[in-house]
């Protein structure tokens, strides 16, 4: 790498990394493991700097590689839904920390949909990505990312434990 490019992943890096670090710690729910991702992705990014940079937006480039990167996470980690317990519905004059509950409970039910329906959520709501940006970063329509948002939130919203006859047995376990 000449040292032109160098300087110019080193400013990336610098202005663009915590956005990546943040949409890896969606993705796998945990610091460390974002940790690792992002750095994989920054270091794929390090060795093909020419091509990205040449990409209409270098960021969709890396993007696209940590969302890659996570995807191939997931599939090795061959994990299976988890039942999460509802915190208790109390008033929010009695529980200080109720907004944490509140949010690790939002965190682990993100973390128990299928890894496209998060990535997609990731994707539109924290990365304010376009449906059509979405689309061309997973490689699908837009009419696929509309409805595995809708999916995905439909999930999110669900009470746990809650079998509807059309939802099937996966419903349940979110």
């Not at 988890?82 to 039910?109: C, F, I, K, N, T």
């Amino acid at each position: 790498m000449r040292a032109d490019e160098a300087e110019e992943f080193a400013a990336f890096v610098r202005a663009r990394s915590a956005s990546l670090h943040r949409t890896a710690l969606l993705l796998t729910g945990g610091r460390h493991a974002a940790d690792d991702l992002v750095q994989g992705a920054l270091e794929r990014a390090c060795r093909h700097w020419s091509k990205a940079r040449r990409a209409d937006s270098p960021e969709a480039y890396v993007r696209r590689i940590l969302v890659n990167l996570a995807n191939d996470r997931w599939r090795g980690l061959r994990r299976r839904p988890v039942e999460v317990p509802l915190a208790e519905d109390r008033p929010s004059g009695e529980d200080p920390y109720g907004r944490v509950a509140e949010r690790d409970q939002l965190m682990r039910r993100l973390h128990a949909l299928p890894i496209q329906m998060r990535t997609v959520l990731v994707l539109r709501y924290f990365d304010d990505m376009p449906d059509e940006g979405i689309a061309d970063l997973l490689g699908v329509t837009p009419s696929t990312v509309r409805s595995q948002a809708s999916r995905a939130l439909a999930k999110l919203r669900a009470p746990v434990g809650r079998t509807d006859p059309g939802q099937g047995a996966d419903h349940a376990r979110i």
